[in-house]
């Protein structure tokens, strides 16, 4: 019988995904689709709750789809603000902010790590995919129109 894998442990694929990728982070974000009040969402990193107001959860979600879609993850940022994700494809303050609202709670205490910039306007979640997990169903439902709409365009690519 096969024991499970510790957090800090990954598979032989992974290992593999992780050379190939090139990714920084081991971090593991769990996105529920929880919104205990108004423009309020809690999502789990490394397993402690984090709330984020509606901007960076869907600018976190939109990363989270990316990374599902392709392991690379990679995602320009005129492509986020054409979606209506970011407000403006020449500045980095969402990014930014996003940053800082989760770094205390990563494991390199960088969020310059986990939210990667390759210098070309690209940006990618720097964490293997299968460390990011969520209840699609409730975020189908979720109160922000953004994080539906991501959430339907996502089940469109991945049928």
């Known amino acids: 019988m096969e024991r499970p894998l510790s957090a800090h442990e990954i598979t032989e694929e992974q290992r593999k995904d992780y050379q190939m990728c090139k990714y920084l982070c081991r971090d593991r974000i769990h996105i529920p689709g929880d919104a205990p009040m108004p423009r309020n969402n809690r ?8 709330n984020l107001p509606d901007a960076p959860f869907a600018l976190l979600f939109r990363l989270a789809v990316a990374l599902w879609q392709d392991k690379n993850g990679w995602i320009e940022a005129p492509t986020l603000w ?6 403006d494809p020449e500045k980095h303050q969402a990014f930014s902010n996003l940053r800082k609202l989760l770094e205390e709670h990563l494991g390199s205490k960088d969020g310059k790590h986990f939210i990667e910039n390759d210098g070309t306007k690209r940006y990618r979640l720097s964490t293997h995919p299968d460390f990011i997990t969520c209840d699609r169903e409730k975020l189908f439902h979720h109160p922000d129109d953004r994080t539906r709409r991501i959430a339907r365009q996502w089940l469109k690519a991945s049928a």
Not at 43 to 50: F, Q, R
Not at 82 to 87: F, L, Q, R, S, Y
């Open 43 to 50: 999502i789990l990193i490394n397993g402690k709750p984090v």
């Open 82 to 87: 054409e979606e209506g994700i970011i407000p």
